[in-house]
């Protein structure tokens, strides 16, 4: 079992940043892709990014060049941290895992991951 637990959502203008923090326990994340989801009012859950054991990391085209995620293994926790925001980053903020992957594929199907955390709100407005 993992669980995860999402922190650093909030309010800010268009064009600021934010750092999303993912926390994992339960077992280590060290061979567990790690990736964020969003989902907006009305709108079904997207992958925005994800990042596996060995560093390879996948952006949605919507974010890419804006946003990075990064992982650090020893103390279990995955970050997003998002610059240039606009509008349509409003939404909330999942943290999934996947236990079993390759390394080299992007998974961005919600039905692909095994665990989830509770999401952490994102509102960037103007």
């Known amino acids: 079992q993992v669980q995860l637990v999402e922190s650093g959502g909030g309010l800010v203008q268009v064009g600021g940043s934010l750092r999303l923090a993912c926390a994992a326990s339960?077992?280590?994340?060290?061979?567990?892709?790690m990736t964020w989801f969003r989902q907006a009012p009305g709108k079904d859950r997207e992958f925005v990014a994800q990042?596996?054991?060995?560093?390879?990391?996948y952006y949605a085209d919507s974010v890419k060049g804006r946003f990075t995620i990064s992982r650090d293994n020893a103390k279990n926790l995955v970050y997003l941290q998002m610059n240039s925001l606009n509008s349509e980053d409003t939404a909330v903020y999942y943290c999934?895992?996947?236990?079993?992957?390759?390394?080299?594929?992007?998974?961005?199907?919600?039905?692909?991951?095994?665990?989830w955390g509770q999401g952490t709100q994102v509102t960037v407005s103007s």
């Open positions: 999934a895992a996947k236990v079993a992957f390759i390394n080299s594929k992007t998974y961005v199907n919600t039905n692909e991951y095994d665990y």
């Open positions: 990042m596996g054991w060995s560093g390879d990391t």
């Open positions: 339960g077992r280590p994340i060290l061979r567990v892709a």
